[in-house]
């Protein structure tokens, strides 16, 4: 448990003594699967855990502390998952190295 008393995916598991699913299902049946946030829409809490990580990933978390965090098995299911994301940020990146060459062409001119 952390400080602020939220837990990972893995450690209410163990904390709860069961699997994945189960934990799942007891979100679900204790309504939590879904949120309504103001008056935007009806979200299941299954959304809430791909907003999650796509946000840290757009922040910089590296992506082996955001499978933790999930509690994914394998880096690669990761990986996989948020392959878009990973692909955006590269295309952000390659963006922002061409802006600054090209500005420092013209500094140098």
Partial sequence: MHDDGL???????????IGRSALYDLL?????ASLTIGRVRRIRFHDLRHSTA??????????VVIKELLGHAH?????????????????NAIDL?????HNSTETTD
């Fill in 7 to 17: 837990l990972t995916v893995p450690e209410a598991m163990a904390r709860l003594r």
């Fill in 28 to 32: 679900r049946t204790r309504c939590l």
């Fill in 54 to 63: 796509t946000l840290l990933l757009e922040q910089g978390v590296e992506l």
């Fill in 75 to 91: 880096i690669g299911v990761t990986a996989t998952v948020y392959a878009h994301v990973r692909l955006r940020l590269q295309r």
């Fill in 97 to 101: 190295l061409g802006r600054t060459l």
